[in-house]
C-alpha cells in the first residue's frame, strides 16, 4: 500500500498553470495498484476567477482510496492552488488530509520578488521554513506533465522544467519517447509517451529508481489519459475514467 500513498501525494497539489488546464475541465482518473484495479479516485477540477481585478485559475484536486483498499488503508486529501493567468505563476498551493498514521495540513506561498517560498506545516511546525526559489518558475510534477498537452512534442523532443515537490525544487527533463495506444475506461486512445528524468544529481524517487510516466491523447483534445509510478516496492496506475467541461 506504500506505492499508492506516494503515488496520490505526488498528484497534490496538482497546481496547475493557465497553459495546462481549461475553465470547467474535470478529470477524473482511475488509481489501480497491484491486484487491485481501482485502489482510488482522483478529481481534478479547474475554474476560472477573478479577484482585485486580477485573473487567477484555481484547481481543486479530490483524492480518496476506495473498496478493498480503503478497509485496508483509508486516505483522504484535498489540494487547492492559486494561479496567476496573466504569467502562469502559482501564488498559493494548500493542501489538508489524512490516513491512518497522519494528519496532513501545509500551504506554500511563493514570492517572486524576493525569488521565496513560505512553506507552512502546521501539523509539524518544525518543518516550517522560508525557502528560496531557483531560477524559472515551479510547477509540481503533475502539472508539468499535464503542460505538455500544449507543447506539440514529437518523439525525441525534449523540455525542461523546475518541479516543486513539498519543500524542495528539482530540475527535470520531459522526454518525448513514442506513440502508444491506450486502452482507459474513458475510451482507447492513440497517445505520446513521454518521460521525466533528473539528469544531473538526482534527487527524491529519482535517486531511488524511481520512475514517471504520462501518456498524452494525439487529438484535438490533447487529455493525459494515463499517468504511472514505478517505484522499488511496486507500481501505481492512473487511468482517465471520465472528462467533461462545463
Known amino acids: 500500500m506504500r506505492v499508492v500513498k506516494y503515488f496520490l501525494l505526488l498528484c497534490l497539489p496538482c497546481v496547475a498553470s493557465a497553459a495546462a488546464f481549461r475553465d470547467g475541465e474535470i478529470f477524473t482518473y482511475r488509481v489501480a495498484f497491484a491486484i487491485f484495479g481501482h485502489a482510488g479516485d482522483i478529481i481534478i477540477e479547474a475554474h476560472d476567477q477573478i479577484s482585485g481585478g486580477v485573473e487567477l485559475m484555481s484547481v481543486i484536486t479530490d483524492t480518496k482510496s476506495r473498496g478493498i483498499v480503503r478497509g485496508l488503508y483509508a486516505f483522504d486529501n484535498k489540494a487547492g492552488v492559486v494561479i496567476e493567468k496573466a504569467t502562469g505563476r502559482m501564488l498559493h498551493a494548500k493542501e489538508s488530509g489524512a490516513d491512518p498514521k497522519r494528519t496532513t495540513d501545509t500551504e506554500i506561498s511563493f514570492d517572486y520578488k524576493t525569488r521565496t517560498a513560505k512553506y507552512t506545516d502546521n501539523v509539524r511546525p518544525e518543518r516550517t521554513a522560508e525557502i528560496p526559489i531557483p531560477e524559472g518558475d515551479p510547477v509540481d510534477l503533475i502539472n508539468a ?91 501505481a496506475t492512473l487511468l482517465l475514467s471520465n472528462y467533461k467541461k462545463r
Open 145 to 235: 506533465l499535464v503542460q505538455t498537452r500544449d507543447w506539440n512534442l514529437k518523439p525525441g523532443d525534449k523540455r525542461d522544467l523546475l518541479v516543486q515537490f513539498g519543500r524542495d525544487f528539482y530540475p527535470l527533463t520531459i522526454k518525448a519517447e513514442r506513440y502508444e495506444d491506450v486502452r482507459t475506461p474513458f475510451g482507447t486512445f492513440k497517445t505520446l509517451l513521454l518521460v521525466p528524468r533528473m539528469e544531473k544529481d538526482p534527487k527524491g524517487l529519482f535517486k531511488k529508481g524511481g520512475q514517471v510516466k504520462v501518456w498524452i491523447s494525439q487529438d484535438a483534445s490533447n487529455l493525459p489519459v494515463k499517468m504511472q509510478l514505478k517505484l522499488n516496492f511496486g507500481s
